[in-house]
């Protein structure tokens, strides 16, 4: 298991950029899957992206082309940069390793306003 930490969030305009980071507190280099998760207020939680220790990635539709998720190994941390920020991303956005273990951050907020 590790402790999963967020960073990042905060307040943007419609069309801004955010980066979030994604602090592991041991090695990530054999946890299989590595992702991003969101929860917009009312809305269940849904996957954003996420990133195989192959480095293969998948996306959600809603995101695809504006969303990068990738994963340094040598500093045990999961990034995601977003670009083209729009209101309906707003929320808040979760960290999870999983494959033999099942961890979850706390989430850090993303609000992009109109």
């Known amino acids: 298991q590790v402790q999963l930490v967020e960073s990042g969030g905060g307040l943007v305009q419609a069309g801004g950029s955010l980066r979030l980071s994604c602090a592991a507190s041991?090695?990530?280099?054999?946890?299989?899957?590595m992702g991003w998760y969101r929860q917009a207020p009312g809305k269940q939680r849904e996957l954003v992206a996420h990133i195989r220790n192959t480095f293969s990635t998948y996306y959600a539709d809603a995101v695809k082309g504006r969303f990068t998720i990738s994963r340094d190994n040598a500093v045990n941390t999961v990034y995601l940069q977003m670009n083209s920020l729009k209101p309906e991303d707003t929320g808040v956005y979760y960290c999870?390793?999983?494959?033999?273990?099942?961890?979850w951050g706390q989430g850090t907020q993303v609000t992009v306003s109109s």
């Open positions: 999870r390793a999983w494959g033999t273990y099942n961890d």
């Open positions: 041991g090695s990530i280099f054999n946890i299989a899957f």
